[in-house]
Protein backbone atom coordinates (compact mmCIF):
# COMPACT_ATOMS: atom_id res chain seq x y z
CA UNK A 1 0.00 0.00 0.00
CA UNK A 2 1.20 3.83 -0.36
CA UNK A 3 1.87 4.71 2.93
CA UNK A 4 -0.07 7.32 4.14
CA UNK A 5 -0.58 8.93 0.72
CA UNK A 6 -2.46 7.27 -2.07
CA UNK A 7 -5.17 4.39 -2.07
CA UNK A 8 -8.38 5.18 -2.50
CA UNK A 9 -7.92 8.57 -0.22
CA UNK A 10 -11.18 10.06 -1.26
CA UNK A 11 -12.99 7.54 -0.80
CA UNK A 12 -11.82 7.20 2.94
CA UNK A 13 -13.44 10.84 3.40
CA UNK A 14 -17.26 11.33 3.41
CA UNK A 15 -18.25 14.00 1.29
CA UNK A 16 -19.16 16.60 3.92
CA UNK A 17 -15.59 15.71 4.89
CA UNK A 18 -13.78 16.37 1.45
CA UNK A 19 -15.76 19.11 0.52
CA UNK A 20 -14.94 20.79 3.91
CA UNK A 21 -11.00 20.04 3.54
CA UNK A 22 -11.24 20.81 0.16
CA UNK A 23 -12.26 24.32 1.52
CA UNK A 24 -10.31 25.19 4.41
CA UNK A 25 -6.62 24.32 2.83
CA UNK A 26 -5.39 27.58 2.18
CA UNK A 27 -2.78 27.65 -0.53
CA UNK A 28 0.27 30.30 -0.81
CA UNK A 29 3.82 31.09 -3.08
CA UNK A 30 6.61 32.86 -2.19
CA UNK A 31 8.23 34.70 -4.33
CA UNK A 32 11.34 32.30 -3.88
CA UNK A 33 8.84 29.34 -4.94
CA UNK A 34 8.55 27.74 -1.34
CA UNK A 35 4.38 26.83 -1.27
CA UNK A 36 2.83 26.94 1.74
CA UNK A 37 -0.17 25.03 2.44
CA UNK A 38 -2.39 25.41 5.88
CA UNK A 39 -4.90 23.76 7.50
CA UNK A 40 -6.69 25.31 10.53
CA UNK A 41 -8.03 22.94 12.83
CA UNK A 42 -8.08 24.46 16.81
CA UNK A 43 -8.94 21.14 17.98
CA UNK A 44 -5.56 21.84 20.03
CA UNK A 45 -3.12 24.90 20.84
CA UNK A 46 -0.80 22.35 18.37
CA UNK A 47 0.80 22.77 14.96
CA UNK A 48 2.00 20.15 12.89
CA UNK A 49 4.76 20.83 10.41
CA UNK A 50 5.93 19.01 7.68
CA UNK A 51 9.09 20.40 5.17
CA UNK A 52 9.14 18.03 1.82
CA UNK A 53 11.68 18.32 -0.72
CA UNK A 54 11.77 16.83 -4.02
CA UNK A 55 15.01 15.03 -2.96
CA UNK A 56 16.05 11.73 -2.43
CA UNK A 57 18.16 8.29 -3.34
CA UNK A 58 17.60 8.80 -7.24
CA UNK A 59 19.75 12.43 -6.93
CA UNK A 60 22.85 10.40 -5.69
CA UNK A 61 25.73 10.19 -8.39
CA UNK A 62 27.83 7.38 -8.76
CA UNK A 63 29.54 6.49 -5.52
CA UNK A 64 27.56 8.63 -3.14
CA UNK A 65 25.17 6.08 -2.42
CA UNK A 66 23.08 6.77 0.66
CA UNK A 67 24.33 10.42 1.03
CA UNK A 68 20.50 12.15 0.84
CA UNK A 69 19.94 10.01 3.95
CA UNK A 70 22.97 11.20 5.24
CA UNK A 71 22.43 15.14 4.50
CA UNK A 72 18.73 13.78 6.48
CA UNK A 73 20.99 13.16 9.60
CA UNK A 74 23.42 16.57 9.13
CA UNK A 75 20.08 18.86 9.07
CA UNK A 76 19.83 18.62 12.69
CA UNK A 77 23.20 19.62 13.90
CA UNK A 78 22.59 22.87 13.71
CA UNK A 79 23.62 26.20 11.86
CA UNK A 80 26.22 28.98 13.50
CA UNK A 81 23.75 30.34 15.53
CA UNK A 82 22.40 27.14 17.07
CA UNK A 83 24.15 25.40 18.50
CA UNK A 84 28.27 26.48 18.32
CA UNK A 85 29.43 27.97 21.77
CA UNK A 86 31.88 30.16 20.05
CA UNK A 87 31.18 30.27 16.20
CA UNK A 88 34.52 31.71 15.33
CA UNK A 89 36.87 29.45 17.26
CA UNK A 90 34.23 26.92 16.49
CA UNK A 91 34.69 27.36 12.93
CA UNK A 92 38.53 27.06 12.86
CA UNK A 93 38.34 24.11 14.85
CA UNK A 94 36.12 22.42 11.95
CA UNK A 95 38.09 23.11 9.67
CA UNK A 96 41.21 21.85 11.26
CA UNK A 97 39.13 18.55 11.10
CA UNK A 98 38.66 18.52 7.55
CA UNK A 99 42.51 19.39 7.07
CA UNK A 100 42.96 16.43 9.22
CA UNK A 101 41.10 14.23 7.18
CA UNK A 102 42.39 15.17 3.88
CA UNK A 103 45.92 14.72 5.59
CA UNK A 104 45.06 10.82 6.42
CA UNK A 105 43.10 10.12 3.09
CA UNK A 106 46.59 11.05 0.99
CA UNK A 107 48.76 9.06 3.57
CA UNK A 108 46.03 6.34 2.94
CA UNK A 109 46.09 6.84 -0.53
CA UNK A 110 49.61 6.53 -1.04
CA UNK A 111 50.32 3.77 1.21
CA UNK A 112 52.20 5.78 4.01
CA UNK A 113 53.81 3.76 6.67
CA UNK A 114 51.46 2.41 9.53
CA UNK A 115 53.49 4.60 12.15
CA UNK A 116 52.29 7.70 9.74
CA UNK A 117 48.99 6.49 9.43
CA UNK A 118 48.58 5.72 13.01
CA UNK A 119 50.10 9.54 13.90
CA UNK A 120 47.48 10.81 11.28
CA UNK A 121 44.86 9.06 12.62
CA UNK A 122 45.16 10.55 16.16
CA UNK A 123 45.42 13.86 15.08
CA UNK A 124 42.39 13.93 13.20
CA UNK A 125 40.45 12.09 16.50
CA UNK A 126 42.17 14.91 18.20
CA UNK A 127 40.79 17.33 16.20
CA UNK A 128 37.33 16.00 16.40
CA UNK A 129 37.36 16.28 19.97
CA UNK A 130 38.46 19.88 20.13
CA UNK A 131 35.71 20.42 17.94
CA UNK A 132 32.93 18.91 20.09
CA UNK A 133 34.04 20.89 22.95
CA UNK A 134 32.71 24.50 20.99
CA UNK A 135 28.87 22.92 20.28
CA UNK A 136 26.19 21.59 21.42
CA UNK A 137 25.31 18.03 20.86
CA UNK A 138 21.84 17.50 18.32
CA UNK A 139 20.96 21.31 19.08
CA UNK A 140 17.63 21.22 17.03
CA UNK A 141 16.17 18.33 19.09
CA UNK A 142 17.05 19.86 21.94
CA UNK A 143 15.90 22.98 21.17
CA UNK A 144 12.62 21.87 20.34
CA UNK A 145 12.19 19.30 23.32
CA UNK A 146 12.37 22.40 25.41
CA UNK A 147 9.66 23.99 23.75
CA UNK A 148 7.61 20.93 23.77
CA UNK A 149 8.15 19.28 20.42
CA UNK A 150 6.35 15.75 19.48
CA UNK A 151 7.14 13.59 17.06
CA UNK A 152 10.20 15.46 15.68
CA UNK A 153 11.50 13.21 12.90
CA UNK A 154 13.18 13.09 9.31
CA UNK A 155 12.51 10.34 6.51
CA UNK A 156 14.36 9.90 3.22
CA UNK A 157 12.73 7.87 0.44
CA UNK A 158 13.89 7.54 -3.31
CA UNK A 159 11.91 10.23 -4.36
CA UNK A 160 11.99 12.68 -1.30
CA UNK A 161 12.75 13.85 2.16
CA UNK A 162 10.93 15.34 4.79
CA UNK A 163 11.19 16.59 8.15
CA UNK A 164 8.56 16.71 10.56
CA UNK A 165 7.71 17.73 14.21
CA UNK A 166 4.59 18.77 16.33
CA UNK A 167 4.94 22.07 18.50
CA UNK A 168 2.54 24.44 20.54
CA UNK A 169 1.18 26.94 18.26
CA UNK A 170 2.67 29.72 19.93
CA UNK A 171 6.15 28.36 19.39
CA UNK A 172 5.54 29.01 15.05
CA UNK A 173 7.65 31.70 15.01
CA UNK A 174 10.98 29.09 16.96
CA UNK A 175 10.09 26.74 13.77
CA UNK A 176 9.96 29.30 10.74
CA UNK A 177 13.52 31.28 12.37
CA UNK A 178 14.80 27.39 12.84
CA UNK A 179 14.22 26.17 8.78
CA UNK A 180 14.90 29.05 7.57
CA UNK A 181 18.18 29.61 9.30
CA UNK A 182 18.93 25.88 8.97
CA UNK A 183 18.43 25.92 4.66
CA UNK A 184 20.40 29.02 4.71
CA UNK A 185 23.64 28.20 7.17
CA UNK A 186 23.30 25.00 7.42
CA UNK A 187 26.95 23.94 9.60
CA UNK A 188 27.60 20.40 8.82
CA UNK A 189 29.32 19.60 12.65
CA UNK A 190 30.12 16.29 14.33
CA UNK A 191 30.18 14.60 10.90
CA UNK A 192 32.46 11.72 11.01
CA UNK A 193 30.58 11.00 14.64
CA UNK A 194 27.43 10.52 12.15
CA UNK A 195 28.99 8.54 9.62
CA UNK A 196 29.88 6.07 12.76
CA UNK A 197 26.14 6.09 13.11
CA UNK A 198 24.78 5.47 9.90
CA UNK A 199 27.07 3.02 9.42
CA UNK A 200 25.38 1.31 12.81
CA UNK A 201 21.86 1.89 11.43
CA UNK A 202 23.26 0.25 8.17
CA UNK A 203 24.54 -3.00 10.41
CA UNK A 204 20.99 -3.17 11.99
CA UNK A 205 18.67 -2.38 9.58
CA UNK A 206 20.15 -3.64 6.22
CA UNK A 207 22.90 -6.40 7.09
CA UNK A 208 21.32 -7.78 10.81
CA UNK A 209 18.24 -7.59 9.64
CA UNK A 210 16.75 -10.28 7.67
CA UNK A 211 14.45 -8.06 6.18
CA UNK A 212 16.59 -5.25 5.16
CA UNK A 213 19.27 -7.89 3.75
CA UNK A 214 16.50 -9.62 1.64
CA UNK A 215 15.29 -6.24 0.64
CA UNK A 216 18.49 -5.25 -0.63
CA UNK A 217 19.47 -8.37 -2.88
CA UNK A 218 16.02 -8.25 -4.10
CA UNK A 219 16.30 -4.48 -5.31
CA UNK A 220 19.07 -5.43 -6.86
CA UNK A 221 18.40 -7.74 -8.84
CA UNK A 222 14.52 -6.23 -9.63
CA UNK A 223 16.54 -3.21 -10.85
CA UNK A 224 19.97 -3.76 -12.86
CA UNK A 225 19.86 -0.17 -14.61
CA UNK A 226 17.71 2.35 -12.23
CA UNK A 227 18.46 3.83 -9.05
CA UNK A 228 15.56 2.14 -7.26
CA UNK A 229 17.90 -0.73 -7.53
CA UNK A 230 20.96 1.42 -5.34
CA UNK A 231 20.61 0.68 -1.25
CA UNK A 232 18.99 3.88 0.02
CA UNK A 233 21.48 3.81 2.99
CA UNK A 234 24.31 3.20 0.91
CA UNK A 235 26.39 0.46 0.75
CA UNK A 236 28.98 0.12 3.90
CA UNK A 237 32.42 1.48 1.68
CA UNK A 238 30.24 4.23 -0.10
CA UNK A 239 29.30 5.62 4.02
CA UNK A 240 32.83 4.78 5.30
CA UNK A 241 34.20 7.66 2.60
CA UNK A 242 31.77 10.54 3.20
CA UNK A 243 33.42 13.46 3.50
CA UNK A 244 31.86 16.63 4.53
CA UNK A 245 32.19 19.20 1.18
CA UNK A 246 30.88 16.49 -0.49
CA UNK A 247 27.45 16.29 1.58
CA UNK A 248 27.73 20.34 1.74
CA UNK A 249 27.75 20.06 -1.87
CA UNK A 250 24.96 17.82 -1.92
CA UNK A 251 22.84 20.16 0.13
CA UNK A 252 23.54 23.35 -1.27
CA UNK A 253 22.69 21.64 -5.01
CA UNK A 254 19.51 20.24 -3.92
CA UNK A 255 17.64 22.04 -0.84
CA UNK A 256 16.14 24.58 -2.10
CA UNK A 257 13.13 26.55 -0.99
CA UNK A 258 11.45 26.19 -5.08
CA UNK A 259 11.98 22.63 -4.30
CA UNK A 260 10.10 22.30 -1.58
CA UNK A 261 6.49 22.50 0.41
CA UNK A 262 5.71 23.35 3.87
CA UNK A 263 2.26 22.26 5.71
CA UNK A 264 1.04 23.88 8.26
CA UNK A 265 -1.97 21.53 10.08
CA UNK A 266 -3.22 22.96 13.37
CA UNK A 267 -4.09 26.46 15.31
CA UNK A 268 -3.08 28.19 12.58
CA UNK A 269 -4.92 31.60 11.32
CA UNK A 270 -3.92 31.40 7.34
CA UNK A 271 -4.13 35.22 6.68
CA UNK A 272 -2.49 36.09 9.60
CA UNK A 273 0.51 33.03 10.12
CA UNK A 274 1.48 33.47 6.28
CA UNK A 275 3.35 36.96 7.11
CA UNK A 276 5.68 35.37 9.53
CA UNK A 277 5.62 32.36 7.01
CA UNK A 278 7.11 35.06 4.41
CA UNK A 279 8.91 36.83 6.64
CA UNK A 280 11.19 33.81 8.11
CA UNK A 281 10.82 31.50 5.29
CA UNK A 282 10.51 33.87 2.56
CA UNK A 283 14.53 35.41 3.22
CA UNK A 284 15.74 32.12 1.98
CA UNK A 285 16.91 32.55 -1.57
CA UNK A 286 15.84 30.49 -4.62
CA UNK A 287 17.74 27.91 -5.38
CA UNK A 288 18.46 26.27 -9.06
CA UNK A 289 15.84 24.35 -10.55
CA UNK A 290 15.85 20.50 -10.19
CA UNK A 291 18.84 19.34 -12.46
CA UNK A 292 18.27 17.36 -15.65
CA UNK A 293 19.80 14.09 -14.11
CA UNK A 294 20.84 11.50 -16.61
CA UNK A 295 18.42 8.40 -15.15
CA UNK A 296 18.90 5.70 -16.98
CA UNK A 297 15.27 3.96 -17.74
CA UNK A 298 14.89 0.18 -16.59
CA UNK A 299 15.28 -1.97 -19.34
CA UNK A 300 11.45 -4.53 -19.75
CA UNK A 301 12.36 -7.18 -18.24
CA UNK A 302 12.12 -10.25 -20.26
CA UNK A 303 12.74 -13.41 -18.39
CA UNK A 304 12.25 -14.35 -14.49
CA UNK A 305 15.17 -13.23 -12.04
CA UNK A 306 15.45 -15.47 -8.72
CA UNK A 307 17.91 -14.54 -6.22
CA UNK A 308 18.78 -16.69 -3.22
CA UNK A 309 20.08 -15.08 0.91
CA UNK A 310 21.44 -17.57 2.75
CA UNK A 311 20.72 -16.19 6.24
CA UNK A 312 20.26 -17.24 9.93
CA UNK A 313 16.23 -16.45 9.70
CA UNK A 314 13.51 -18.14 9.11
CA UNK A 315 12.63 -17.88 5.41
CA UNK A 316 11.26 -15.95 3.51
CA UNK A 317 9.78 -15.09 0.08
CA UNK A 318 9.52 -11.69 -1.84
CA UNK A 319 8.05 -11.19 -5.86
CA UNK A 320 7.97 -8.49 -7.63
CA UNK A 321 6.25 -7.56 -10.74
CA UNK A 322 7.38 -4.20 -12.93
CA UNK A 323 4.33 -1.76 -13.29
CA UNK A 324 3.56 1.84 -14.65
CA UNK A 325 3.48 4.62 -12.01
CA UNK A 326 1.39 7.37 -11.25
CA UNK A 327 -0.69 9.14 -13.05
CA UNK A 328 -1.38 5.77 -14.96
CA UNK A 329 -5.11 4.77 -14.91
CA UNK A 330 -2.79 1.09 -14.64
CA UNK A 331 -1.25 2.13 -11.39
CA UNK A 332 -4.83 3.08 -9.77
CA UNK A 333 -5.67 -0.12 -10.68
CA UNK A 334 -2.62 -2.06 -9.23
CA UNK A 335 -4.15 -0.33 -5.97
CA UNK A 336 -7.18 -1.91 -6.24
CA UNK A 337 -5.18 -4.96 -6.59
CA UNK A 338 -3.18 -4.92 -3.72
CA UNK A 339 -6.21 -4.36 -1.21
CA UNK A 340 -7.88 -7.09 -2.77
CA UNK A 341 -5.06 -9.47 -1.96
CA UNK A 342 -3.84 -8.50 0.83
CA UNK A 343 -6.26 -5.63 2.99
CA UNK A 344 -7.53 -7.67 5.94
CA UNK A 345 -8.20 -11.19 6.98
CA UNK A 346 -11.18 -11.45 4.46
CA UNK A 347 -8.08 -10.63 1.30
CA UNK A 348 -7.23 -13.33 -1.32
CA UNK A 349 -3.78 -13.91 -0.15
CA UNK A 350 -4.89 -13.88 3.69
CA UNK A 351 -7.40 -15.53 3.39
CA UNK A 352 -6.03 -18.71 1.01
CA UNK A 353 -2.19 -18.88 2.38
CA UNK A 354 -3.00 -17.90 6.39
CA UNK A 355 -6.01 -19.29 7.11
CA UNK A 356 -6.90 -21.69 4.77
CA UNK A 357 -3.94 -23.38 3.65
CA UNK A 358 -2.15 -22.89 6.77
CA UNK A 359 1.28 -22.42 4.97
CA UNK A 360 2.00 -18.90 5.59
CA UNK A 361 2.84 -17.15 8.73
CA UNK A 362 2.30 -13.43 7.69
CA UNK A 363 1.72 -11.94 3.79
CA UNK A 364 1.63 -8.58 2.56
CA UNK A 365 1.88 -6.39 -0.47
CA UNK A 366 2.99 -3.27 -1.61
CA UNK A 367 1.33 -1.54 -5.22
CA UNK A 368 4.46 1.24 -5.52
CA UNK A 369 7.57 -0.14 -4.65
CA UNK A 370 10.33 1.22 -3.66
CA UNK A 371 9.23 4.52 -4.98
CA UNK A 372 6.71 6.44 -7.35
CA UNK A 373 8.56 9.04 -9.55
CA UNK A 374 9.40 6.11 -11.94
CA UNK A 375 7.90 3.10 -12.86
CA UNK A 376 8.11 0.61 -9.91
CA UNK A 377 7.12 -2.37 -8.59
CA UNK A 378 4.17 -4.43 -7.46
CA UNK A 379 5.74 -6.98 -4.61
CA UNK A 380 4.18 -9.97 -2.70
CA UNK A 381 5.84 -10.81 0.50
CA UNK A 382 5.01 -13.82 3.15
CA UNK A 383 6.69 -16.12 5.39
CA UNK A 384 6.25 -19.83 5.54
CA UNK A 385 5.19 -21.80 8.13
CA UNK A 386 6.90 -24.98 8.70
CA UNK A 387 6.47 -27.72 7.45
CA UNK A 388 5.21 -25.49 4.38
CA UNK A 389 7.95 -24.25 1.84
CA UNK A 390 8.72 -20.79 0.08
CA UNK A 391 7.85 -23.21 -2.95
CA UNK A 392 4.72 -23.87 -1.98
CA UNK A 393 4.09 -20.16 -1.39
CA UNK A 394 4.91 -19.46 -4.65
CA UNK A 395 2.99 -21.87 -6.27
CA UNK A 396 -0.45 -20.85 -4.40
CA UNK A 397 0.49 -17.17 -4.83
CA UNK A 398 0.81 -17.55 -8.13
CA UNK A 399 -2.57 -19.57 -7.93
CA UNK A 400 -4.45 -16.93 -6.75
CA UNK A 401 -2.86 -14.26 -9.33
CA UNK A 402 -4.37 -16.36 -12.08
CA UNK A 403 -7.63 -16.47 -10.39
CA UNK A 404 -7.22 -12.83 -10.56
CA UNK A 405 -6.74 -12.87 -13.99
CA UNK A 406 -9.48 -15.48 -15.35
CA UNK A 407 -12.57 -14.72 -12.44
CA UNK A 408 -13.74 -11.35 -12.37
CA UNK A 409 -13.90 -9.79 -9.21
CA UNK A 410 -16.91 -8.87 -8.05
CA UNK A 411 -18.83 -5.64 -7.23
CA UNK A 412 -19.56 -6.97 -3.70
CA UNK A 413 -15.82 -7.58 -2.87
CA UNK A 414 -14.56 -4.33 -4.82
CA UNK A 415 -16.83 -2.49 -1.98
CA UNK A 416 -15.84 -4.27 0.52
CA UNK A 417 -12.15 -3.44 -0.38
CA UNK A 418 -13.40 0.67 -0.42
CA UNK A 419 -15.06 -0.11 2.80
CA UNK A 420 -12.00 -1.55 4.69
CA UNK A 421 -9.41 0.87 3.47
CA UNK A 422 -11.97 3.54 4.20
CA UNK A 423 -11.74 2.84 7.65
CA UNK A 424 -7.94 2.65 8.19
CA UNK A 425 -7.08 5.65 5.94
CA UNK A 426 -10.01 7.67 8.35
CA UNK A 427 -7.99 6.22 11.57
CA UNK A 428 -4.31 7.92 9.89
CA UNK A 429 -5.88 11.45 8.71
CA UNK A 430 -7.64 12.12 11.82
CA UNK A 431 -3.85 12.81 12.56
CA UNK A 432 -2.53 16.03 11.79
CA UNK A 433 0.75 14.86 11.16
CA UNK A 434 -0.62 11.97 8.44
CA UNK A 435 -2.60 15.16 7.14
CA UNK A 436 -0.28 16.95 6.87
CA UNK A 437 2.66 14.58 5.33
CA UNK A 438 -0.20 13.53 2.77
CA UNK A 439 -0.92 17.24 1.42
CA UNK A 440 3.09 17.80 1.22
CA UNK A 441 3.37 14.80 -0.86
CA UNK A 442 0.72 15.17 -3.46
CA UNK A 443 1.52 19.19 -3.66
CA UNK A 444 4.80 18.03 -4.33
CA UNK A 445 4.65 14.95 -6.77
CA UNK A 446 0.68 15.12 -8.18
CA UNK A 447 0.39 18.60 -9.61
CA UNK A 448 -1.26 20.28 -6.84
CA UNK A 449 -2.84 18.95 -3.56
CA UNK A 450 -6.12 19.40 -5.35
CA UNK A 451 -5.05 15.40 -6.55
CA UNK A 452 -6.66 14.33 -3.91
CA UNK A 453 -9.83 15.39 -4.41
CA UNK A 454 -10.05 14.05 -7.81
CA UNK A 455 -8.67 10.65 -7.22
CA UNK A 456 -12.62 9.17 -6.09
CA UNK A 457 -13.54 9.70 -9.63
CA UNK A 458 -10.92 6.91 -10.90
CA UNK A 459 -11.27 4.68 -8.35
CA UNK A 460 -15.43 4.55 -8.73
CA UNK A 461 -14.60 3.87 -12.39
CA UNK A 462 -12.13 1.09 -12.52
CA UNK A 463 -13.96 -2.02 -13.82
CA UNK A 464 -13.20 -5.48 -12.92
CA UNK A 465 -11.92 -6.02 -16.49
CA UNK A 466 -9.67 -3.52 -16.31
CA UNK A 467 -8.37 -5.50 -12.60
CA UNK A 468 -8.19 -8.71 -15.04
CA UNK A 469 -6.33 -7.01 -17.85
CA UNK A 470 -3.57 -5.53 -15.80
CA UNK A 471 -3.20 -8.85 -13.81
CA UNK A 472 -2.81 -10.34 -17.04
CA UNK A 473 -0.12 -8.12 -18.69
CA UNK A 474 2.09 -7.30 -15.82
CA UNK A 475 1.78 -10.35 -13.20
CA UNK A 476 3.76 -12.77 -15.81
CA UNK A 477 6.64 -14.98 -15.27
CA UNK A 478 8.95 -13.00 -17.60
CA UNK A 479 8.35 -9.99 -15.73
CA UNK A 480 8.87 -10.96 -12.09
CA UNK A 481 11.77 -10.85 -10.02
CA UNK A 482 11.49 -13.42 -6.84
CA UNK A 483 13.83 -13.64 -3.65
CA UNK A 484 14.64 -16.26 -1.37
CA UNK A 485 15.85 -15.99 2.10
CA UNK A 486 16.90 -19.56 2.64
CA UNK A 487 17.93 -20.94 6.44
CA UNK A 488 21.83 -21.44 6.67
CA UNK A 489 21.75 -25.22 7.10
CA UNK A 490 18.25 -25.48 6.92
CA UNK A 491 15.26 -24.83 4.89
CA UNK A 492 13.94 -22.43 2.17
Do not use: C
Not at 130 to 144: G, S
Amino acid sequence: MRPVIGLLLLLLLPGALAQQLKDEIRKYTLENGLRVLMVPDRTAPVIHFNLMFDVGGVDEAPGLGGIAHMVEHMAFKGTPSIGSLDWPREKVALEAVDKARAELDQALARGAPQSEIDRLTQAFNQAREEAKKLALPNPIDQLFTNNGEQGLNASTGYDRTDYRVSLPSNRLELYLRVYADVMMNAVFRSFYEEVDVVLEERRQRNENDPNGALSEVFLRAAFQVHPYGRPLIGSREEIQGYRVDKALEFWKTHYHPNRAVLVLVGDVEPERDIQLVRRYMGAVPRGPERPSLDIPAEPPQTAERRVTLEYNAQPSLRIGFHKPTYPSREAYVMDMIDAILTEGRTSRLFRRLVIQEQAALNVSSSSASPGFRYPNLFVISAQPRAPRTTADLERLIYEELERLKNEPVSPQELQRVRNQTRAAYLRVLQGGPGLAQTLAFYELFFGGYQRIFEEEAIYNTITPEEIQQAARKYFTPENRTVAILVTKGGSR
